[in-house]
């Protein structure tokens, strides 16, 4: 008789003698390669077939195919935690502020880590300035290859640290209610990725779902736009075209070429945008930044790469969003290009007037660089959020919001 406290595995053996030792026949699909990461949410694969099915996709390369990301992004997704989204989309439509290419969406900024520079949390601040323009729906963890990632950043934030395991399906709507600002923790809205914890621990080298993460996000298709920063600038085209197979409409793909998950502030960047033609089509174009394109200088990536604990660099983003920092300060110039960056994505600077608010004088920066983007205009507005006093107000009313939710 079975025992009824344990799972009953499904058997995959038939897909992994086809996935391994000869990938390239191309025995195997992308979708029966999400069906058999799905059934690990639901825990229903023992971790000895787990481990194998990560080994194989890990050193056929069939985890770092765009097919295979966007299927088993997508399955990712269906077994995320239920989020009711009329109810969402009822608070939302009340914050919308479209404004140029921007329609007022939400919006997403995420790198996929492993870089081994170690720099400062740049994306989750740069989504905390954007969110003074757009709606963010923030998706993040705690850090898996650094010291400090962005759950850690926020949680250790003064005055008032962010309670983000309080931010769950039943509470996001409230939190948008007082915010333009949600972060969605994944431990909380992907409760399947605990089944497979122990293995990737295990394995001890990156899987797919090192990548799957920024692809993840649980609300889907209700986000607008997002920029993603890879770690290899060979993932780079593979991730745009697994967003255009899943159907984004506005994205922007990003690898330093020191091979750095974020627009570099050292040097060039390679960029891979998905743009939207008069026919519904989308495509995939590759363009390269400089700092120079965002009017600001180069800055050594030793310069902002602290490589400090969770409270440390909680303080110099308290700074930041305080306009404690110098106007040239690396850090502060290096957030400055990807906020910078993640607006000409999100559509916002296109606009052909502004009026921010308070301290805005209106004088657009019209001047366009590599893929036809208003990068200047980008810092412009950027630099208005910290100047302003706007981030650090959507800030606090997140962080405040966060602990009034019950625990």
Known sequence: MADQ?????????????????DPDKENVTAKEIADALALIFTNQLSPVQTGSLLTALHFTGWD??????????????????????????SVVSKRRKPEGKYNGGLCDIVGTGGDSHNTFNISTTSSILA??????????????TSKSGSADLLMNMQPKPAQLGRITPATIS??????????????????????????????????????????????????????????????GPVFAEALRIAGARKGLVVCGKEQLDEVSCAGPTLCWQLVEHASGSVDVEHFTLEPADFGLGAHPLHTVSPGREPHENAEILRRLLQNELPPDDPILEFVLMNTAAFLVASGVCEADSSSMGPGDDGKIVRERGPGGGRWKEGVRRARWTIESGEAWRQWSAFAEVTNSLPA
């Open 174 to 235: 409230d939190v948008y209610a007082a915010t333009n600002y949600a972060f969605l923790f994944a431990p909380v809205f992907h409760p399947g990725m605990k089944h497979v914890a122990s293995v990737r621990k295990e394995l001890g080298w990156r899987t797919i779902f090192n990548l799957l993460g920024p692809l993840s996000n649980p609300l889907g298709e209700a986000i607008e736009a997002r920029m993603l920063g890879v770690a290899r600038d060979d993932l």
């Open 64 to 89: 770092r195919r765009a097919d295979v990301l966007a299927e088993a992004s997508a399955a990712m997704r269906r077994h995320a935690a239920s989020i009711d989204l009329a109810k969402l989309e």
């Open 131 to 144: 969110s003074s323009l757009l709606l963010l729906a923030k998706h993040g963890n705690r850090a898996s």
């Open 5 to 21: 406290g344990q799972p009953t595995f499904q058997d995959i053996r038939p897909l992994l003698q086809r996935l391994w030792p």
